[in-house]
């Protein structure tokens, strides 16, 4: 579930017309495509893929320009009466590992006890849900949480309709933006949406996200406390190192670049430390999540790693240690021959790219209208430096010419729409893992008996929501056990 150039998300088109919002015929199209992810062996789900025609605007009834949204589907665990479950997609296409794959997510463990009908839905600009011909940013206005909540509460009520589930419980899920998406239907929505689990959610909208890195620092030192400080040593030395041309070529060597460093301004030099430190901002996020069901890489870069290899004296000195762990990663983990890096022109070349296939699909402007989110290096507790505050608002300007008032009045917007940290809703339930740097800007103590928290020491980004295995620590096994109570009780209440 990644979070970085937040708002962003690969299957077969075909339009299905549901409710109010009609186009071609009247018959709700069930798709059945020839993937062989669809039809799966004994045991596993099976799923279809459908779609839904979304208004473009909710909010301008003028305006009736319409799209299809994709959604998949399954009934393999539901019996008459059930709950309905809706997984809300993120920054990217539906992942059919979700929904289609063994071992169970656990969203689809609670999904069998509970016997409820199972929906995932894509969001709006991302995979194949896309309601412009392209990512301009005169498109991209289109692009908002409001919006993606217009779409779920169009989404709940056609598809209650056409299926007879008016009377049924749904219970929205999601994790990290789609978390956050899961907590705010329950509130905007409270008459469609029963419950909500908003896992890994930062419902705190913030420019200078700075705490992010604490929780690197924090989460390198629970492993060994000497490990931020060797990384620390490693990225001064780094910066040092990058104010002198004559030493590019070996820095390129020491890292395994895939083209000669080049630094023309600030800004590519913010920009090249930054995208070295994401090698171990990434592994802090994800580690030990069990997120090898989606076809991800990486899935085996821990912590551990990272602190084994800082303190591995025969590397050389901490600059060193770090230069190799980024080759580990890249070759071993992300299986790249080398570390691509760019120039910040070049990165905001690809940020312009308008295609929906383009390097980044969609990506980066929700940082900047809605929710800021930037890592920086602004506090002095954690191990990076180079890439503070002011390099990230200069690239809302830049790629999207957002002045630093627009963003920070679109920031406090969002909270004051959606109530931050002091959300005023029933039934949603925020897990979240201490090592997670996300937990930062979510709920980690409960508000009220109907808003609990769960704080999972020890574990990472979305965690809970992976399926099982035997290494889980017990605490997370215990968040698993505690969300099915939760979601037991509350769908006895009416």
């Given amino acids: 579930m990644a979070f970085q150039a937040l708002i962003v998300f690969t299957f077969a088109c075909l339009c299905i017309c549901c409710d109010g919002f009609l186009k071609g015929n009247r018959k709700f199209i069930e798709i059945d495509t020839s993937s062989n992810d669809v039809q799966e062996g004994k045991g596993k789900p099976v799923f279809q893929e459908q779609w839904i025609t979304q208004k473009l ?83 991209l206005r289109f692009l908002s949480s409001q919006q993606a909540l217009a779409d779920l509460a169009h989404f709940r009520t056609a598809i209650a309709k056409q299926r007879g589930l008016t009377n049924s419980k749904w219970v929205a899920f999601g994790g990290s933006y789609p978390g956050a998406l899961a907590a705010w239907s329950r509130l905007k929505y409270p008459h469609l949406i029963h419950a909500a689990v908003a896992s890994s959610a930062p419902l705190h909208a913030t420019v200078n996200f700075s705490e992010y890195l604490e929780v690197v620092w924090r989460a390198l030192a629970a492993e060994n406390p000497e490990c931020p400080l060797l990384v620390k040593k490693a990225f001064d030395t780094l910066q040092e190192r990058i104010k002198d041309p004559n030493n590019y070529d070996n820095i390129t060597k020491d890292f395994n670049l895939c083209s000669k460093l080049q630094i023309q301004s600030e800004k590519d030099r913010a920009y090249i ?47 060193y240690r770090f230069a190799a762990f980024v080759r580990l990663r890249t070759r071993t983990y992300l299986l790249k021959p080398c570390f691509k890096d760019l120039t910040y022109n070049a990165n905001l070349q690809d940020l312009r790219n308008t295609s929906y296939s383009g390097p980044h699909g969609g990506g980066g402007e929700g940082t900047c209208t809605e929710f800021g989110y930037f890592q920086t290096t602004d506090s002095p507790n954690q191990p990076f430096g180079g890439f503070g505050l002011q390099y990230h608002v200069e690239q809302c300007q830049d790629n999207f010419n957002i002045s630093a008032k627009t963003l920070y009045a679109g920031i406090d917007q969002t909270n004051e729409n959606y109530g931050s940290y002091n959300i005023r809703a029933t039934r949603i339930v925020f897990p979240n893992g201490s090592i997670d740097p996300w937990h930062a800007l979510g709920i980690t103590s409960s508000i009220s008996d109907d808003l609990p928290a769960i704080f999972i020491k020890g574990t990472a980004h979305c965690a809970n929501m992976y399926p099982a295995r035997a290494e889980d620590l017990p605490q997370l096994t215990l968040a698993r056990e505690h969300i099915f109570q939760l979601l037991q009780k509350w769908l006895k209440e009416k």
């Fill in 57 to 139: 605007d909710h909010f301008n009834g003028a305006d009736s320009r319409v799209w299809n949204q994709k959604f998949v589907l399954t009934e393999t665990y539901y019996r008459a009466g059930g709950p309905v479950f809706l997984m809300i997609g993120g920054e990217g296409p539906i992942n059919s590992g979700w929904i289609a794959m063994n071992p169970r997510s656990a969203w689809l463990t609670y999904a069998k006890k509970l016997g409820a009908l199972c929906l995932m839905v894509e969001h709006r600009f991302y995979g194949d849900s896309r309601p412009m011909a392209d990512l301009s940013t005169e498109n």
């Fill in 273 to 319: 430390l930054d995208a070295l430190a994401e090698n171990i901002m990434n592994t802090v996020q994800y580690n030990n999540d069990n997120i090898e069901f989606e076809s991800a890489l990486d899935t085996n870069c821990t912590i551990k790693t990272v602190c084994g290899v800082m303190s591995d004296a025969s590397l050389g000195d901490p600059y």
